[in-house]
């Protein structure tokens, strides 16, 4: 080890004693910074990674590799000093291994100089570090094994130009192997074989993320084999004009067997896949203990099936093997429950006509061009999951995401499909259960307690239907084997003490039948298991089907693997000023009901009837307007019940055409929210760290007045990062980045809600301000900067909560809406006959006046002060201003669904996702700043380095004075 030390401290010295290391130092950092920069137009991307930084890595090593080794041997050759050093007494694998060593800390150091990218990087955006040090990791390895390479290259001949020439073409070889140049000439098994070869596809796989013993394994066996080679080689030289020997073939043999042994050991480990390391934040390349859980409940056999052509757009080419490599661990983590299979439709046809008639899978044309050719590909890319009589398909529009590139080639990477597959899997479970019984998934039994009076104090209708209760109960035990348990107690018996207990505990009280018959009753129902309760509400026509549903619809609730029920409440379409004209543009949530349908079950209702549907899990309002009692009674008892409602809604409704424009809005919820402990203010929320939007803006051109459309800087769409969102919480943590538009802000009332969980979620940046006006359009020309006024006073803003614990009714101590109402529909004789109709057809028209005046401690309210929040212009205006599709608002109402149904398996995932993680917008507005800051610091790198070479030689010559002065 001393003498490789020795060898290698003074070949790293001799690179500094020419200008050699300077010029492959400056070439190195050079050339990186302008790729980087400019050849691939890092800030059009809009995305904070370093990808760029090592996308071109593999094929600038192979020049600044061949241009650093070119002179190792050869110039030993061309001198004749090579026969002293093979003759000096340090082995030649010493010599080698210290060659090696020293090219290998020079491309080291050069790396070294590139840190100040990535740490600018994290300055402008959030840097997920683990592909970073990945991509450094991958980078070492490559420019060894091309090291190696070079110094074999080098000892073939005494001419450092060929030794340049042929390192640059077997490098290039082995670059192009794996390349998708080639790649895509071949079918997908043969493309992968190839690619297997290849050192670019080893090095993109690493800079993913995804440390694999194998890619390492790979690079190593080059260094092991060429450098074998090069020592054969030198040992070939001492032998030169001498009769072959058992010593010469002796070596032959060693150099054949090194040889053989790094191949074979790469065939052997190539099966083995679960030597790997995910760096990634959040893991994104790993399963996560929520999905094994569910592989683990499965009781059937689960079949995925990938539907992968071998031709297809060489664009999707590369992310067929990561698919398949994650479908793999998936039949790893579900053992025999899981079979996974890949099908080529277009080799099959009986395969091909069982995805088209059974799957209603077809080929997908994808038009290709390149300088070479220029044609349509008809290509598969689907995935099946399929359980029981039950399946789900998914297709390239549900696993990847397509991102701007800011020129050229857009980005094609997978979208988190371990969430796409997870939640398909939980769809077809579910459905296939959801024929079953409920109770079957419940380890423990459950008990259903019936709080209800004595049937002398019922009302007729109710009396009927406590009969028919305790039908649908006997026969559910008798299909629940022994998992059903049922117990009826009269809350007015021994003096009462259980009705004060239930008003204690769960907020219940006596209930009339009707402000004409005010006799007191009881008539609840609760279902029991462990420690959680869920309230079976009396559905809103008393019937035994209903009330059955109802029941089922509770147990479901309970049950593991039953697809949860949302009801979304929306604003009524707008109405056209004439028949003649198309109606206005209305407030649509299109695309984030397809996201939320996805994993739940999606029902649209108005409330007003005063209930919300029985089997309703949480409640979502979006933009509500002008809400009458009956609606809001329906929103505080279905809280009341332990349910859960998210909610986004504020002061101002904003309009959206060819103009915007703001008007004041009314909700009906102000007084409500103010029980509940929050306000909104009658203002908006205006932050200079804000997303662009597209705005037209005026130009003089040649003495004409155009209208150009320009990003500019709009304050009402808020960016909110960092100290912004909430890291402890899940709902905030995975979305690293969030545009709120048009924001109010939040006041909690900390009196109200000392006894509750009060989760504070968005911050605007302490730099902002709030404005009571309603011109919502910018004026670049009076305030350049913003487009708005800017106040003096700045401040941090709340514009997002989650509140959860017990929360007391809005209605406690009032009669219920619905009585009032129903005393309104006496006096109708048109209702009345509806009555008798609905009575003949074997329905009640009675109401249940009941208020529940206190929630359990499972009610979650989460509130987002924004009443344009996740509608589908929004988004359309949000995307253009990132230049990619941008979802981050309906991803966190998708969050805000699954951590208040506490699905947090699915939560967990999703914070696990390949999102795109963009740039703040002071990154855009100083690009020639941060561009010129990375050149500053790569020469002060230089100037380091300089100094350091510098402090050596001048303590060298001071040892050596010393030396004479002494002689």
């Known amino acids: 080890m001393k003498a490789i030390a020795e060898v290698c401290r003074k070949e790293f010295n001799s690179f500094f004693a020419s200008p050699a290391a300077w010029l492959f130092l400056a070439a190195f950092l ?69 060659k090696f060593s020293a090219g290998l800390a020079l491309v080291a150091l050069a790396l070294a100089l590139t840190l100040p990218v990535p740490l600018t990087v994290a300055m402008m955006g959030p840097l997920d570090w683990g592909p970073v040090w990945g991509g450094y990791l991958a980078s070492l390895f490559l420019a060894a094994a091309y090291l190696a390479i070079g110094l074999y290259m080098s000892g073939r001949t005494d001419n450092p130009i060929v030794a340049l020439i042929l390192t640059v073409a077997v490098c290039s070889v082995f670059y192009l192997i794996g390349s998708d140049m080639l790649t895509t000439l071949f079918g997908r098994d043969i493309g992968s074989l190839l690619a297997l070869l290849g050192t670019g596809s080893r090095f993109d796989s690493i800079t993913r993320g995804v440390l694999d013993v194998r890619d390492l394994l790979y690079y190593l066996s080059i260094v092991a084999i060429f450098l074998m080679l090069n020592r054969y080689s030198l040992e070939r030289l001492c032998w030169a004009g001498n009769q072959a020997n058992s010593h010469h073939r002796r070596w032959g043999w060693l150099t054949l067997l090194v040889i053989c042994n790094a191949l074979l050991i790469n065939v052997w480990m190539q099966p083995v896949g679960i030597l790997r390391a995910d760096l990634t934040d959040g893991h994104i390349y790993s399963l996560s203990d929520a999905t094994r859980n569910d592989l683990n409940a499965l009781q059937e056999p689960l079949l995925i099936r990938g539907y992968f052509s071998a031709r297809t757009h060489p664009l999707l080419e590369p992310l067929v093997p990561q698919l398949e490599d994650l479908l793999k661990e998936y039949q790893v983590a579900g053992g025999k429950h899981v079979r996974v299979e890949f099908v080529d439709p277009q080799t099959d046809p009986s395969a091909e006509r069982q995805a088209a008639e059974k799957y209603n899978i077809r080929p997908v044309p994808f038009r290709m061009a390149s300088r070479y050719e220029s044609g349509v590909v008809n290509s598969y890319f689907n995935l099946v999951i399929a359980y029981g009589d039950q399946f789900e398909t998914l297709g390239f529009k549900d696993l990847i995401e397509v991102k701007s590139s800011g020129g050229g080639d857009p980005e ?116 029991e298991h462990g420690d959680e309760a869920v309230q079976v509400p009396l559905p809103a026509e008393l019937n035994k089907g209903n009330l059955k549903r109802a029941i089922t619809a509770a147990l479901q609730r309970m049950a593991p693997g039953y697809m949860k029920t949302v009801v979304l409440v929306t604003p009524a379409p707008a109405r056209p000023s004439s028949p003649y004209l198309p109606a206005p543009r209305g407030k649509h949530y299109q695309l984030l009901r397809a996201m939320l349908e996805k994993n739940e079950r999606v029902i649209d209702a108005d409330l007003k009837d005063g209930h919300v549907p029985a089997d309703a899990d949480l409640l979502l309002l979006l933009a509500p307007d002008a809400l009458n009692q009956q609606q809001l009674f329906a929103i505080d008892q279905f809280l009341m019940q332990g349910g859960s409602v998210v909610m986004a809604t504020s002061p101002f409704d904003i309009g959206i055409s060819n103009t915007l424009s703001a008007k004041t809005h009314q909700s009906g919820l102000e007084a409500w929210l103010k029980h509940a402990g929050i306000t909104i203010d009658k203002t908006l929320v205006l932050d200079p760290h804000s997303a662009a939007l597209p705005i037209p803006v005026r130009r003089q051109l040649g003495g004409i007045s155009i209208n150009e459309i320009r990003m500019m800087p709009y304050p009402l769409f808020a960016d909110v990062r960092g100290d912004g969102l909430n890291r402890n919480n899940p709902m905030t943590a995975s979305l690293q980045q969030l545009t709120v538009s048009w924001p109010s802000p939040l006041h909690v009332d900390q009196q109200k809600n000392k006894d509750r969980q009060v989760i504070e979620l968005l911050h605007t940046s302490p730099d902002s301000w709030v404005s009571d006006q309603a011109d919502i359009m910018p004026n670049y020309g009076l305030y350049p900067d913003s487009g708005f006024r800017p106040a003096s006073k700045r401040g941090s803003e709340l514009v997002a909560v989650a509140i959860k614990g017990r929360f007391d009714s809005w209605f406690k101590g009032k009669d219920s809406p619905l009585l009032k109402q129903q005393g309104k ?100 507005e100083d690009q020639l700043f941060w561009e010129y800051l990375n050149y500053a610091l790569a020469l002060f790198g230089l100037s380091l380095v300089w100094l350091w070479r510098r402090w050596l030689y001048q303590r060298k010559r001071m040892q050596f004075d010393a030396i004479l002065a002494e002689v």
């Open 30 to 98: 050079v050339v990186n910074l302008f790729v980087f920069f400019w050849a691939e137009a890092f800030f059009a991307r809009n995305i904070a990674d370093v990808k760029l930084l090592f996308q071109w890595m593999p094929i600038l090593l192979i020049f600044l590799v061949a241009a650093l080794t070119m002179r190792s041997w050869s110039e030993e050759r061309r001198a004749g000093t090579l026969e002293s050093l093979l003759t000096a007494p340090v082995s030649p694998l010493s010599l080698i291994l210290g």
């Open 412 to 527: 094609v990477v997978l979208k988190n499909p371990e969430y796409a597959i997870t939640s398909a899997i939980r769809k077809v479970t579910q459905a296939w259960q959801s024929g079953g019984d409920p109770l079957a998934g419940l380890q423990t039994p459950v008990t259903f307690h019936g709080y209800i009076s004595a049937p002398a104090k019922l009302p007729g209708e109710l009396r009927t239907l406590r009969q028919e209760l305790q039908a649908i109960l006997t026969a559910m035990q008798h299909t629940s084997a022994s998992k059903l348990k049922v117990d009826f107690s009269d809350p007015d018996a021994n003096g009462g003490t259980l009705a004060k207990r239930l008003k204690q505990q769960y907020g219940f009280g006596p209930q009339i039948a009707s402000l004409l018959d005010p006799k007191p009753f009881w008539f609840y129902m609760v279902l």
């Open 825 to 924: 529909d006496t006096t109708d004789k048109d209702a009345m006959n509806k009555d008798e109709n609905a009575g003949k057809h074997g329905k009640t028209a009675a109401v249940v006046g009941s208020v529940i005046a206190r929630s359990s401690d499972s009610a979650r309210l989460v509130v987002i002060g924004a009443n344009a929040f996740a509608r589908d212009m929004v988004v359309s205006l949000s995307s253009q201003g990132m230049g990619t599709q941008y979802t981050r608002q309906l991803e966190l109402i998708q969050n805000a669904v699954d951590w208040s149904l506490q699905d947090e398996g699915l939560l967990a995932i999703r914070s696990r996702a390949s999102f795109a993680r963009t740039l703040m917008p002071m990154a855009h």
